[in-house]
């Protein structure tokens, strides 16, 4: 399938690692011209504008989105996990509000300044990076779902706000991705787990059919990649 992503100009936020990273190199490989937010140093071998900033930063991303140019397409990939495995009883206000911070408040800011930005766009497109945590709990994670579930409202709100400027909005909800960060989260048990597990390079193919313009119908929705587990009944049968 012809994406046709190529010279579109593309901003993904935390794009050092991760899914951040496979996106980035899944857009250059199409020929996208790609510029990153993130906290972290870029690296020497990629093609790519790197713009140094916390994305619950309202100037860094603001900086980001300049340094993009015109831009055809944003993507937020900037997460974090929060408090892992803590009741909430015992999470703290802090970081419960940094882990809103960066996975809810620093995807709007992104909307907010790349929207305006995709004015000159053919196919102005905004995908962000949620999770099935957005529709599902397990415990200890009350930060992270409230969060992601956060994204998937927000998605279907700016559905609705940027319908006039055609900006679609669209978000990917996957299950366990092997990242560094679910790594650190899960330690030795990561290997062993009992469960399907997506490579980073599943969801940015995700990510990319959604900002390209074939996708041109999907609008505010949350593409679930969970292997069919939100689908299964828990009915003993």
Not at 15 to 42: N, P, Y
Not at 123 to 152: E, H, L, N, T
Not at 157 to 183: F, G, H, Q, Y
């Amino acid at each position: 399938m012809e994406l046709h992503l190529s010279g579109r100009s593309v901003l993904v936020s935390g794009g050092a690692s991760g899914i951040g990273a496979a996106t980035v190199e899944a857009f250059l490989a199409e020929g996208a011209a790609v510029t990153v937010l993130d906290r972290a140093a870029g690296p020497d071998d990629l093609p790519v504008r790197w713009v140094r900033g916390d994305v619950t930063d309202e100037a860094s991303v603001r900086e980001a989105v300049a340094a993009a140019g015109p831009l055809d397409i944003a993507v937020g990939c900037a997460g974090i996990s929060g408090p892992m495995g803590v009741p909430a009883t015992d999470i703290t206000r802090d970081d419960f509000t940094r882990t809103v911070e960066v996975n809810l408040t620093g995807q709007f800011l992104l909307a907010k300044h790349a929207a305006p930005a995709m004015a000159a766009s053919s196919a102005p497109a905004i995908v962000f990076v949620a999770s099935d945590s957005g529709f599902v709990a397990a415990p200890g994670m009350v930060a992270y779902c409230a969060a992601k579930g956060g994204v998937v409202m927000l998605t279907r709100a700016l559905a609705v706000d940027l319908e006039a400027a055609r900006v679609r909005v669209n978000c990917v909800c996957p299950s366990i991705v092997d990242t560094p960060m679910a790594r650190a989260d899960l330690g030795a048990a990561f290997d062993a787990l009992p469960v399907p597990v997506h490579r980073p390079a599943d969801v940015a193919r995700s990510i990319l059919y959604l900002a390209a313009p074939v996708s041109a119908g999907i609008n505010g929705t949350a593409q679930l990649l969970d292997f069919g587990g939100l689908a299964k009944s828990s009915f003993p049968a």
